[in-house]
C-alpha cells in the first residue's frame, strides 16, 4: 500500500511538472495525423511479444486510427480482427490509467498477459512497467484501470 501512496505523489508530481506526456480528449493515443502506437505493429506486441516499428507499406485504418504494421500477412491479421489487436486503454500507460491521469507510453515498454498488451511510460523519472511488475496484482491494477478508463477515455487530461 505504501508503494502505491509513493507512486501516486510521484504521478502527481509528473503532471503538474508539465503536460509533454498528457494527451488529449480521444480515446486513442495518436499523433496529429492518427497514427497509433508511434508506428509500432499491434501485430508484433500480441503475436510475438516484441516491438517493431511497422512501415508506411502495411497499413490499415480502423475507426479513424492509423495502424503500421512489419508485413502484408500482419497487415491481413490485424484486417481480419482488429479489435483482437488494439492496445489497452487506447495505447496509453496502463499505469497512468491506474493512477487516473493519460501518458503517452514508450512503445517499447510493455507487457502482454491473457491475450491483451498494456504500454507504459517510461522516462528518466519513472519507469511504470516497473512499477506495475512490483505490486504483483496484474488483475486488481487492471480492474482499477478498466473502471478509470470510462472516465479518461472522453477527458482531455
Known sequence: MKIIKNISILIIAVMTAGTAFSQDKKANNIDNSNIALQGYSPV?????????????????????????????EQKKKFDKNPSKYLPQYGGYCAFGVYA??????????????????????????????????????HGGLVNKANMNWEKLRKTYN
Open 100 to 137: 487516473g491521469a493519460k501518458f503517452r507510453p514508450d512503445p517499447n515498454k510493455f507487457i502482454v498477459k491473457d491475450g491483451k498488451y498494456f504500454l507504459y511510460l517510461y522516462n528518466l523519472e519513472l519507469d511504470a512497467q516497473q512499477l506495475w511488475l512490483a505490486e504483483n496484482n
Open 44 to 72: 508484433s506486441y500480441l503475436d510475438l511479444g516484441i516491438a517493431q516499428r511497422g512501415i508506411k507499406d502495411h497499413k490499415s485504418e480502423h475507426h479513424k486510427v492509423i495502424y503500421y504494421f512489419t508485413s502484408a
